[in-house]
């Protein structure tokens, strides 16, 4: 009977996960589009006769004015602009987001969020390093590490290499894992750095829970 709960648990966490980003886009949609006649007419006739105006006109002003509008946040400073006012800037953050569909083709890791706890995530790059004038013989890597049960929303670390462990399961089964093992892999496959030798690796991969 508990199992029986904890997947029916599990399976509406999953649902939800699913549906509130969808149901929030629908909502917004709904509520622009709905006044988006009214109110798009309302700016017309501060220029236009009423005789030229035709229904369906209001709504592709006001589409036209969402399109330009996210072609001057994206193309020009003025969302750069806006991004740095207090509070109102938190609307206007540049560069890309985590979405679901990006974490699919993202490369999944375990990594040491700290000597005891080792954590799932998502490699975003590999930084340089530099030592004044000089490049560092080391680099960092930036990964993200998502908020259970959202997982587009997280933080980004900046971690040593060495205490990240590629995995290569795929995605889709680190997501499952973290929406509270929906559906668990038949294993986690370690996979070694480019270069690394089987000897370093082996090593290594005592910090992940191998002796």
Sequence with gaps: MKKFFKK???YLIYGFVFWLPVTLVIYIAVLLFSNAEKIGR?????????????????????????FLSGVLLKST????????????????G?????????LLNMQPCLFLLSPTCVSYGWILSQEKVQLGEEKADFSLMSVYYPNVPTLVTGSVFAIRQDTIMKLA?????VINLLLYAFRSPACLKYLPWEGES?????????LFGLK
Excluded: H, W
């Design 8 to 10: 029916i648990t599990t």
């Design 42 to 66: 309302m700016l017309l006739e501060l220029g236009v006769s009423d005789k030229y105006l035709f229904t369906g006109f209001g709504i592709i002003l006001c589409v036209l004015i969402v």
């Design 77 to 92: 400073k003025a969302g750069v602009i806006l991004s740095k006012i207090p509070l109102l800037g938190l609307f206007f």
């Design 94 to 102: 540049q560069g890309e987001i985590i979405t679901i569909s990006r």
């Design 169 to 173: 399961n795929p995605s889709r089964e």
């Design 198 to 206: 089987i000897e370093v690796f082996n090593e290594r991969a005592k």
